[in-house]
């Protein structure tokens, strides 16, 4: 390595790139990972949802009584969850009881707060929704239906910095009364959120919800979570598997600068078995050149990895794609990729490194 310092370093710098990108792609997916996590487990706010088949507003709203009944069940709220026109633009709104919002949800309000009794035209703004808007505490936003209409003027009671500490941003809360009321859905919900006295209590309370209705949609807070783990797993594979293109070519790299180094000193190896070299201790030789290039590159991957995770927030950022990919460091991801150094290093090395051990001291010594 220190006779051609040049090739050793281009070598080093392929692993550095390979390595580098696997660090990022996959300190990107574990961040994306723990945010969708923590983001569905704060929109949900719930055991178990219960919906209609249909996925329409089209539950009767007496429901409710009979599933606060379940043994089990600590409290039941109604929800309607659709898309509205916001001053022009489709937004998610949440039609819910406030005092019940505040339950479900880990409100934190950049200002104003929850409308008091009487509100029944008050609404809450999500962060990013009001910066768009360019409307502040007090100010009038008019919210109409996907199919048009008239619609109805709110008054903005509050506008949250984010729902808990996944910073999920929701167009708009308003109340269950007045969401009813646009939609032409008097004494209907989409969702009624069932909260348990205990989680582990969900299974038992399911099936009794499922014999209870046989034609809603019951869903578990876990069967969710596991859906999206499974979503999540793809991505990650997705990921890895772009990174190990990387990996690739870097390990092409070093086998490419151990074979040259065995050919440069062909005559060296022939002198070490002349004078009662073993195999295994040429093999070790090369060997140890190929892992020392891939150790090397795997350290100083990681760092230049995990600057490349700062790059994306940028690049996300300057897109104003209006999110956040989080900067998880795991030691898991860290240790993986020098693993993975160590191991395109080895395999890179062995043949180069074999070949070298088996070379004949009499071929060798006739070489020039």
Same mark, same amino acid.
């Given at each position: 390595?220190?006779?051609?310092?040049?090739?050793?370093?281009? %070598?080093?710098?392929?692993?550095?790139?390979? #390595?580098?990108?696997?660090?990022?792609?996959?300190?990107?997916?574990?961040?994306?990972?723990?945010?969708?996590?923590?983001?569905?487990?704060?929109?949900?706010?719930?055991?178990?949802?219960?919906?209609?088949?249909?996925?329409?507003?089209?539950?009767?709203?007496?429901? *409710?009584?009979?599933?606060?009944?379940?043994?089990?069940?600590?409290?039941?709220?109604?929800?309607?969850?659709?898309?509205?026109? #916001?001053?022009?633009?489709?937004?998610?709104?949440?039609?819910?009881?406030?005092?019940?919002?505040?339950?479900?949800?880990?409100?934190?309000?950049?200002?104003?707060?929850?409308?008091?009794?009487?509100?029944?035209?008050?609404?809450?703004?999500?962060?990013?929704?009001?910066?768009?808007?360019?409307?502040?505490?007090?100010?009038?936003?008019?919210?109409?239906?996907?199919?048009?209409?008239?619609?109805?003027?709110?008054?903005?009671? &509050?506008?949250?910095?984010?729902?808990?500490?996944? *910073?999920?941003?929701?167009?708009?809360?308003?109340?269950?009364? !007045?969401?009813?009321?646009?939609? &032409?859905?008097?004494?209907?919900?989409?969702?009624?959120?069932?909260?348990?006295?205990?989680?582990?209590?969900?299974?038992?309370?399911? !099936?009794?919800?499922?014999?209870?209705?046989?034609?809603?949609?019951?869903?578990?807070?876990?069967? #969710?979570?596991?859906?999206?783990?499974?979503?999540?797993?793809?991505?990650?594979?997705?990921?890895?598997?772009?990174?190990?293109?990387?990996?690739?070519?870097?390990?092409?790299?070093?086998?490419?600068?151990?074979?040259?180094?065995?050919?440069?000193?062909?005559?060296? #190896?022939?002198?070490?078995?002349?004078?009662?070299?073993?195999?295994?201790?040429?093999?070790?030789?090369?060997?140890?050149?190929?892992?020392?290039?891939?150790?090397?590159?795997?350290?100083?991957?990681?760092?230049? &990895?995990?600057?490349?995770?700062?790059?994306?927030?940028?690049?996300? %950022?300057?897109?104003?794609?209006?999110?956040?990919?989080?900067?998880?460091?795991?030691?898991?991801?860290?240790?993986?990729?020098?693993?993975?150094?160590?191991?395109?290093?080895?395999?890179?090395?062995?043949?180069?490194?074999?070949?070298? !051990?088996?070379?004949?001291?009499?071929?060798?010594?006739?070489?020039?």
């Amino acid at each position: 390595m220190g006779r051609r310092k040049f090739r050793s370093a281009l %070598t080093i710098l392929g692993v550095i790139i390979g #390595i580098s990108t696997m660090v990022s792609l996959m300190t990107v997916g574990y961040g994306m990972r723990q945010q969708v996590e923590i983001t569905l487990n704060e929109m949900l706010g719930a055991g178990i949802m219960i919906s209609s088949s249909g996925g329409g507003v089209d539950i009767p709203e007496y429901v *409710q009584d009979f599933v606060s009944q379940v043994p089990g069940v600590n409290d039941s709220v109604a929800v309607i969850t659709t898309m509205m026109n #916001i001053g022009g633009q489709p937004r998610a709104v949440i039609g819910i009881d406030p005092t019940q919002a505040t339950k479900l949800y880990h409100l934190t309000f950049e200002a104003g707060g929850i409308p008091t009794i009487g509100g029944e035209n008050a609404a809450i703004l999500g962060g990013a929704t009001a910066a768009e808007l360019g409307v502040r505490v007090n100010d009038t936003i008019t919210l109409s239906t996907q199919l048009g209409g008239v619609g109805e003027t709110f008054r903005v009671a &509050g506008i949250l910095r984010s729902i808990g500490e996944g *910073q999920l941003n929701i167009g708009c809360f308003i109340s269950l009364r !007045a969401a009813q009321r646009l939609l &032409g859905k008097e004494g209907y919900v989409s969702t009624i959120m069932v909260r348990l006295d205990n989680p582990t209590q969900g299974e038992q309370v399911e !099936a009794i919800l499922k014999n209870m209705f046989p034609n809603a949609r019951i869903v578990r807070q876990e069967e #969710i979570m596991r859906n999206i783990d499974r979503i999540m797993n793809i991505i990650n594979g997705v990921l890895l598997a772009l990174a190990s293109i990387s990996l690739g070519v870097g390990a092409l790299g070093i086998m490419n600068t151990v074979m040259m180094s065995v050919h440069e000193r062909r005559r060296e #190896i022939g002198m070490l078995k002349a004078v009662g070299a073993e195999r295994w201790h040429i093999l070790l030789i090369f060997l140890s050149e190929a892992l020392l290039i891939s150790l090397t590159g795997g350290v100083f991957g990681c760092i230049l &990895g995990l600057l490349g995770v700062y790059l994306i927030q940028w690049f996300v %950022t300057a897109l104003g794609l209006g999110f956040t990919i989080p900067l998880l460091v795991s030691p898991y991801i860290l240790g993986t990729a020098l693993l993975a150094a160590l191991a395109i290093g080895t395999i890179a090395g062995f043949y180069p490194s074999w070949t070298a !051990a088996n070379v004949r001291p009499v071929e060798a010594l006739r070489y020039e």
